[in-house]
């Protein structure tokens, strides 16, 4: 499957924006999806999760409350609504597919299988 994140751009803080990741191959719906996200400098972070019928979400700690993750299977889409935006949110954003699902585990990088080229998301103070 390849994936293709956008949506990122520059807003102030307390702001909001929605990325988005679209799939093209196979299926989306065959896949939990994700959001991982790297500063400069810094190693890439897990952001959110979603399981193969929405029912399922996990999160970090530091967007809990703040982003809300959703995939659409029948458009082929995984979305990120990221509201109240701080400064330290500012990074590349990835998106990221996983063949099997194992909760909190779904935090690290090694159990995705496929990555999506990165959008910048530049949150001014």
């Known amino acids: 499957v390849q994936l293709q994140a956008s949506g990122g751009g520059l807003v102030q803080a307390g702001g909001s924006l929605r990325l988005a990741c679209t799939a093209s191959?196979?299926?989306?719906?065959?896949?939990?999806v994700g959001w991982f996200r790297q500063a400069p400098g810094k190693e890439r972070d897990f952001v959110a999760v979603?399981?193969?019928?929405?029912?399922?979400?996990y999160y970090a700690d530091s967007v809990k409350g703040r982003f809300t993750i959703s995939r659409d299977n029948a458009k082929g889409m995984l979305y990120l609504q990221m509201n109240s935006l701080k400064p330290e949110d500012t990074a590349v954003y990835y998106c990221?597919?996983?063949?099997?699902?194992?909760?909190?585990?779904?935090?690290?990088?090694?159990?995705?299988?496929?990555w999506g080229q990165g959008t910048q998301v530049t949150v001014s103070s």
């Open positions: 990221a597919a996983a063949r099997s699902y194992n909760g909190q585990g779904m935090g690290r990088l090694r159990q995705y299988d496929y």
């Open positions: 979603i399981g193969w019928t929405s029912s399922t979400t």
């Open positions: 191959g196979r299926t989306l719906s065959s896949y939990a």
